[in-house]
């Protein structure tokens, strides 16, 4: 089982959701209104006057035919807005209950 962590701008909220949903990813934990700033391109998230958007993030935990769909469809979405800066890190997930 892999763990997929994605942060994106909290305007793709209910797209990031659809997506898991239509992968039957069922299962997902969500943070909303959270701040940062990407390593590679795109604008700061921090809620403030300056930089006023914030982003939104999201955990689920996969099995491992599932992960390559997954980071396709970020791929795909970042690619389409490189500018709102989303991006999707996975890991080894070896217990759970």
Known sequence: MKGI???YDQAYNMEVADALEELSCRGFTMWQNIEG???VS???HLGSHAWPTMNNAMFTVVDDDKVD???DVVRQKDEETPAL???AFVWNIEKSY
């Open 5 to 7: 962590f994605i942060v």
């Open 37 to 39: 700033r990407g390593t």
């Open 42 to 44: 795109g604008e700061p």
């Open 69 to 71: 769909a997954i980071m």
């Open 85 to 87: 800066g989303m991006r």
